[in-house]
DNA sequence: TTGTATGCGTTATCAT
DNA sequence: ATGATAACGCATACAA
């Protein structure tokens, strides 16, 4: 009972803290958390790096870490994945946390599942299916995307192309990519106009492939491009240069990324911040309630970043 | 003792297992560390978010993550910084971890001194000044820095530059800046050549910015330049293609990079690879080994990539 | 081969 | 206000 919980005369208080200073004595989390029935520990599951990870997923990560640190907690690591399922078992199965968070949440996910099953607090980052079943924290890519096809529409913009996350991940229901080709999809009708959407790989060379396929395949090509593949970006930013395609003369351009990333080009890519620190501080509060009281409503955060026009959407040029 | 250490009949042991089936139980992490010992667990120091994290550092936590599961073991993850030290005074006090390793370590590193003050396994990636007196698992930045300007002199380049990490790691004498720089200024004395180096920041408009000066400042400009920094690349090729600079024609340019980030370019560096997921495979052997055999000797694992030619090297320019 | 008791280092609950 | 003691859930050593 070292930590205050009781009452204690100042005299032996002093004697008690001089011998912990001089024994450099320190108490073991383990005993500790035995005793106590909490780990003060938290469980990220990492997308599998056999993927390409993203800055933005990274500094998630440290987010994640720092927002916890702050907290008093620490995170334990579980990289997900057919070959790294053990790992999450172990973590939910023995409980070595005291709640979960888990990143790149499908529509339909196993580890959600789970969870729930195991009465363990956890929230995702993205929803699933159930959205109202669980905590989570997401970015509003529905109106993000819906607001930059508007926006590219009252510019007079008549064709755009959606670049989208990488095919396999629309195929498991990842909710970004699922619901930005949804929005997308309803934008260009509302707006009557012409849209294509195709999906990229998480790298630069795919962004630059489907970019050129983009500007040959097409006739008329389209005269807007949105993105929200943050690698992809810089391969779409290349193509565009290579094929002499001046930004926003004779294209407008509009990505959902981090901040930095959409600073980094020349010129900056207009479009809305992937606000990574702040939904890392959101989960881990999040999920610190959930733990500390279960009875509290769920939190469901929906952040939605202001658009920042920064020159590379203008007026759509006169038609081919 | 449901693991098998024992001597068991193959009747009761078909009992157990039944009721262990479906009662759905499993052993308590906690409980388990506490009787046993150990935490099957390990300690992963990042380095802080508030400086640009990079894709190297960010793929190296997976890999760890993963060479972890292989073994059945769970990372702990601690930021370093200033603010972010209780993490760390937590994880090796209170023994949440059997054993820690080291991101981003300096010459002088005090995480270091408090891991062999606590008698806590670790293993660093890079190495302190004291190397012998750990375990580490580096990259040769040296010995890649020295062909690169090897090969540039049989090129017949005369005058090179080299981009280096930021100056704030130098002068906290970060281990791969500082071998960098210094397998530099010698490899450049040996050849007879003119060599000019300077830092960037951990982004790309630091890269370009840096490399703009290099054209335009230095009369004649040099013929050659080699990086080891991973996001600045970005900027210098950026720059280089502003100024009309091509590549290998006007000059060639070398870098230490993951080979991902380095084929993402057009024209692909060339150079040699940051083998992250090597690291931290070799990073997480050496930590078991240390835990499991004390006695046995300490791991030094330098690893030496080989270099690649992508074609961004070639015969230096007649002289302006 | 199997049952039983004691210890791991805390926290929490009793009496005092 | 303080001291003693029982859990916490498992491993291990010792009896049986």
């Known amino acids: 009972m070292l930590s205050g919980k009781r009452q204690v005369s100042e005299a032996i208080r002093e004697r008690v803290m001089r011998v912990v200073e001089e024994s450099g004595y320190r108490p073991s989390a383990t005993a500790r958390a035995l005793a106590h029935g909490s780990t003060r520990t938290f469980g990220l599951v990492i997308p599998p790096t056999s993927e390409h990870l993203v800055v933005e997923q990274l500094r998630f990560v440290g987010a994640v870490a720092e927002a916890a640190a702050a907290h008093d907690h620490d995170v334990l690591l579980s990289p997900s994945g057919e070959a790294h399922e053990s790992t999450f078992d172990r973590m939910v199965g023995e409980r070595r946390v005291d709640g979960v968070i888990v990143m790149e949440t499908m529509l339909h996910d196993s580890r959600v599942a789970r969870l729930i099953e195991e009465g363990l607090p956890f929230v995702t980052i993205g929803r699933t299916g159930a959205e109202e079943a669980h905590s989570w924290v997401d970015l509003d890519y529905a109106g993000l995307v819906t607001e930059a096809v508007t926006r590219l529409a009252a510019l007079g913009h008549e064709r755009i192309a959606l670049i989208n996350r990488p095919q396999r991940l629309l195929d498991r229901e990842y909710g970004p990519a699922f619901r930005a080709l949804d929005a997308f999809e309803k934008a260009v009708v509302a707006h009557d106009l012409r849209g294509t959407t195709v999906c990229a790989e998480d790298e630069e060379e795919s962004g630059a492939e489907v970019t050129r396929r983009l500007l040959g395949a097409l006739v008329p090509p389209p005269t807007a491009i949105v993105t929200v593949n943050e690698r992809a970006l810089d391969g779409v930013v290349a193509a565009l240069r290579s094929a002499r395609v001046v930004v926003p003369r004779d294209l407008s351009l509009l990505a959902v990324t981090s901040e930095e990333h959409a600073r980094a080009h020349e010129p900056q890519i207009g479009g809305a911040d992937v606000p990574t620190t702040e939904m890392g501080r959101n989960a881990v509060e ?35």
Chains 1, 2 share one sequence.
């Open 286 to 320: 999040a999920l610190l309630r959930r733990v500390t009281h279960p009875e509290e409503p769920l939190a469901h955060v929906l952040l939605s970043p202001p658009f920042l026009p920064r020159g590379t959407e203008g007026p759509a040029p006169a038609s081919a």
